[in-house]
Each structure stands twice: as structure tokens, then as C-alpha cells.
């Protein structure tokens, strides 16, 4: 993956502590040219790298279930 991606994400694989489940937790870079927060909430649009990205991880996570 490289800079002209435009993937600004980052994925992790967690444990759910209740379920025990594996799931997918995304982390946002807050510098991202298609992020903003404010009192009001938080605004993501993802770029079509990222769509593919999402895509490809849950893709992955429902093929071991």
C-alpha cells in the first residue's frame, strides 16, 4: 500500500470481550482530508481505496466463520 492509495484508515482485529468474537475496529487518522469532528459528531467519507479496503477485511473475517 502506498501514499497514492488515499487510504487514510487504519484496521484492527479484536477480540470482543463479551462475545468473544473476532471483529474488525477502524481507526481514523484525524489529519485525513475526508475526516472532520465537532461538537456534533464525527464526518467519514471514504475515499474508493478505503471502500476496497473495508471490502477486502470483511470479506476476509466472513470466510472464517
Known sequence: MNEEENIYIKLEIEKD???GELIISTRFDP???NFSQDENGICWSPTEAERRFLNEAFELMSKRK
Open 31 to 33: 489529519n485525513a482530508p
Open 17 to 19: 470481550p463479551m462475545t
